[in-house]
Every structure is written in C-alpha cells, then in structure tokens.
C-alpha cells in the first residue's frame, strides 16, 4: 500500500500507468495486426512475493523485448503487470513469462496443478481487442477513483501519508552525515534475539543482533528524505552508520555483553582502521561476535568478500550472510562462500498452501547449505518455528524469539539477556 501510494495527487502529477495503458490501447486500435498482450497476476501471490523488489525483479524481466522492440510494460497500482508486445513471436515472450513464474515458484499460485490462466492472461489484439480495450478501461477507472479520493483528502486539509520524499543527493548527504556524526547513536541502536531450539524443544540463545534502526534514524536526523532511493548514495551513510556504531559497541555495549552478539557491517568497513581499533578493543571475545554481511553487498564484490572474510577468520570472528530468501536462493547458490551462518527471510506465508513438492524443495535447501547454519528471520509466531523445526531448521530470529528470551529469563529469574 505504501509504494501504491508513493505519489502525491496534484496539477502536476504523472500519468499513472494505468492511464498510460490506456493511451496505449487507444492508439493501437487501428493497428492491431502483430500485437499481443499479457496479463501477469502477480496482485494474487502471497503478500511476501508482493514486495515492490520482487516486482521489479518480474518487470525488468522483460527489458529485452522493451528496449529493442515497440513493446510497454506497465506496473499496475495493485501489484499486477501488463505487457504488450509488437512484432515478437509468442515463444519468445513465453519464454519471458515462464522465467518470471519460476521466479515465484514457491508461492502456490504457480503450483503445477494451478492453470495457467490464473498466473496470466494472454491477448492477440488482432481477435481480441475490445475485451483488452474494456480490462484498460476499468483499470484505469480504478486508479482514476483512487487518485479522486486522494484529491479530496488534501483539499479538506488533511495529510496524505504517502506524500512523496525528497530524493537523498550528495548535499543532503553530507549534511545527514554531520548530524549522524554528532548524534548520540546508543539511542537509535537496537537489538533482536536469534535462538537455537535443542532436540528437547527448550531454546537458548544463539546469538543477540546489535544494529541501528533506520527508521529511527530517519525520524531524528532526516525526516522527509528518501535515504534508501539512491544505492550508492545510501551505501556511504551506512559506512558513517558501521563506524559508529563500532564505537558505540566498544564503549557501551562490550563490557556487558553476556553472551555471543552480532554486528551488521559492510564488508568495505571491515577494512577501516574503525574496525581495526574495534578488534583491539574485543580482545580475546572474536569469537563471540558475528559479523553480518548483506548479500547485495558480497554478491556485488566478491574479491572484498574474500579478503574481509579472510582478515575475520584469521582472528577468530564468526561470518553470517544476511538476506537470503527462497526466491534469491533459486538463482544463486551461497554455499561456496562458506559462511558460518545463512539468514533466510522465511516468512509466515511459507507454512501455508505448501504443496508436498515445495516442502522437500525446501527441506533439499536446508540440508544442502548445512541445517546448523540455516536461521530462519522474520519469524512472528510458534508456527513458523514449528513448520522450519519440520524442515529441519533449529536456529530462528524475530520479533517472537525475542518474547520467548524474555519468557525464559523471567522464568528462570533473569534479566533479559
């Protein structure tokens, strides 16, 4: 909903892509000879395949036929996608179509037993242009209400919540660094549990994950600004972000740490001098603490991977790569960069609709990178630690491990570790 509605509704906002569809349709109609369309329903996966990322993933996907032929792809506001195509053979955007099912092929929308018509509709606008022509009308109707309502909303007074940010540039940058540079950063530093669930049921702590939460960040240092729109841009912030909260550990958090944390790190910080006065400080507890590294990041340079993940072995510090999903997981295999531990984002819509194909996929997935190295994040409820327990999973993090630590040391009479 909230990449719906990530634009402002006033005199100068751009044609939505439902009325561009629209445009389109309109134009083509005395020119229909060569032209299909396809309807992908991607507004009917599971809310986890619906993230704006997986989307984008599916609509550059068909970047071939868009930049070098006179095909459009349009990203609906309800998460659907629609391309229509000029003068390209049906096998060929076939192809495309199947390689974006595969990219979802653990969501049960793209089961075997499931028709195809259910993951997209096709069109040949030669035979049947007016029905195309009726499904761009009523989408674009659609939208058109949405922005009406919004419309009214303001002219009342009242705030759009999705009121669009201001873009993150060098300027803003470098004036969000200072800040962050003088801000007291214990009190943006949050932590989240990771446990370990014995073969008795009983869970212990594995690890306790220390990081800075953005949103908090943002609130206090940069309200109304985009920081994560720019990649590179945001990738500097969050390097000012490691040597902080370095600092920040070594002063306020290292000598009460009880048992093993963690520390989400780039792997171009590992290779400051910031980190290297951290190690100094850890002494002999390396190998109590992990580091966490981002998959984007090792995957977007891998020979700094190889020398910071050497430089941490050689004094005795864990690795995590961090990221992972099931649909990331079917393009690339991470065991070769050998890690201690994967962070897999195994939400709750993986324990339901499950079809018994799927399930041994899944359990194959966790056995081939190592049942002792999988943790399982973003887990909110007994379910999910029950349905990764049937996969062979013991190690889990999120907001529900977190109440089950602190169920624990009440029981036992402690403090929250």
Same mark, same amino acid.
């Given at each position: 909903?909230?990449? +719906? +509605?990530?634009?402002?509704?006033?005199?100068?906002? &751009?044609?939505?892509?439902?009325?561009?569809?629209?445009?389109?349709?309109?134009?083509?109609?005395?020119?229909?000879?060569?032209?299909?369309?396809?309807?992908?329903?991607?507004?009917?996966?599971?809310?986890?395949?619906?993230?704006?990322?997986?989307?984008?993933?599916?609509?550059?996907?068909?970047?071939?036929?868009?930049?070098?032929?006179?095909?459009? #792809?349009?990203?609906?506001?309800?998460?659907?996608?629609?391309?229509?195509?000029?003068?390209?053979?049906?096998?060929?955007?076939?192809?495309?179509?199947?390689?974006?099912?595969?990219?979802?092929?653990?969501?049960?929308?793209?089961?075997?037993?499931?028709?195809?018509?259910?993951?997209?509709?096709?069109?040949?606008?030669?035979?049947?242009?007016?029905?195309?022509?009726?499904?761009?009308? /009523?989408?674009? #109707?659609?939208?058109?209400?949405?922005?009406?309502?919004?419309?009214?909303?303001?002219?009342?007074?009242?705030?759009?919540?999705? #009121?669009? &940010?201001?873009?993150?540039?060098?300027?803003?940058?470098?004036?969000?660094?200072?800040?962050?540079?003088?801000?007291?950063?214990?009190?943006?530093?949050?932590?989240?549990?990771?446990?370990?669930?014995?073969?008795?049921?009983?869970?212990?702590?594995?690890?306790?994950?220390?990081?800075?939460?953005?949103?908090?960040?943002?609130?206090?240092?940069?309200?109304?600004?985009?920081?994560?729109?720019?990649?590179?841009?945001?990738?500097?912030?969050?390097?000012?972000?490691?040597?902080?909260?370095?600092?920040?550990?070594?002063?306020?958090?290292?000598?009460?740490?009880?048992?093993?944390?963690?520390? /989400?790190?780039?792997?171009?910080?590992?290779?400051? /001098?910031?980190?290297?006065?951290?190690?100094?400080?850890?002494?002999?507890?390396?190998?109590?603490?992990?580091?966490?590294?981002?998959?984007?990041?090792?995957?977007?340079?891998?020979?700094?991977?190889?020398?910071?993940?050497?430089?941490?072995?050689?004094?005795?510090?864990?690795?995590?790569?961090?990221?992972?999903?099931?649909?990331?997981?079917?393009?690339?295999?991470?065991?070769?960069?050998?890690?201690?531990?994967?962070?897999?984002?195994?939400?709750?819509?993986?324990?339901?609709?499950?079809?018994?194909?799927?399930?041994?996929?899944?359990?194959?997935?966790?056995?081939?990178?190592?049942?002792?190295?999988?943790?399982?994040?973003?887990?909110?409820?007994? &379910?999910?630690?029950?349905?990764?327990?049937?996969?062979?999973?013991?190690?889990?993090?999120?907001?529900?491990t977190d109440r089950l630590i602190s169920a624990m040391a009440n029981k036992l009479g402690k403090k929250t570790p």
């Open positions: 909903m909230a990449d +719906m +509605m990530s634009n402002a509704v006033g005199s100068n906002m &751009e044609p939505s892509q439902e009325k561009l569809l629209l445009d389109q349709v309109n134009r083509v109609n005395r020119s229909r000879m060569g032209r299909l369309a396809v309807h992908l329903h991607l507004s009917d996966l599971l809310e986890y395949y619906r993230k704006p990322y997986h989307i984008r993933v599916a609509a550059r996907s068909f970047d071939s036929i868009v930049n070098n032929t006179e095909s459009q #792809a349009y990203s609906l506001a309800n998460g659907d996608l629609i391309v229509m195509s000029k003068d390209v053979t049906p096998v060929e955007l076939q192809s495309i179509v199947t390689k974006v099912r595969t990219l979802f092929k653990n969501d049960p929308l793209t089961d075997d037993d499931v028709p195809d018509e259910n993951f997209c509709t096709w069109y040949d606008l030669n035979r049947q242009y007016d029905n195309f022509h009726i499904l761009a009308q /009523n989408l674009a #109707a659609i939208e058109a209400k949405r922005e009406q309502k919004i419309k009214a909303l303001e002219m009342r007074g009242k705030k759009v919540a999705s #009121a669009k &940010e201001v873009p993150l540039d060098p300027k803003t940058l470098d004036a969000i660094c200072n800040s962050v540079e003088r801000v007291d950063i214990t009190h943006l530093v949050r932590t989240q549990s990771a446990i370990k669930i014995g073969s008795g049921g009983a869970g212990k702590l594995l690890f306790k994950e220390f990081f800075v939460s953005i949103k908090d960040l943002k609130a206090r240092v940069a309200p109304g600004v985009d920081l994560v729109g720019g990649k590179w841009l945001f990738q500097h912030l969050t390097e000012v972000l490691d040597r902080r909260i370095l600092l920040s550990f070594t002063k306020q958090f290292l000598g009460k740490l009880g048992g093993s944390a963690s520390i /989400n790190l780039n792997l171009s910080t590992v290779m400051m /001098n910031e980190f290297d006065i951290f190690d100094e400080a850890v002494g002999d507890g390396q190998k109590k603490i992990v580091i966490e590294f981002q998959n984007m990041d090792v995957f977007g340079n891998m020979n700094l991977y190889l020398e910071a993940s050497a430089k941490l072995r050689e004094r005795g510090y864990k690795i995590l790569i961090d990221g992972l999903n099931p649909l990331s997981l079917q393009t690339f295999d991470p065991t070769a960069l050998d890690p201690d531990f994967f962070k897999v984002n195994w939400g709750i819509q993986h324990t339901h609709g499950t079809s018994p194909q799927r399930f041994e996929d899944m359990k194959d997935m966790v056995k081939h990178m190592g049942h002792d190295k999988v943790v399982v994040a973003h887990v909110e409820s007994e &379910e999910a630690i029950r349905f990764g327990l049937t996969l062979g999973v013991s190690q889990f993090q999120g907001f529900y």
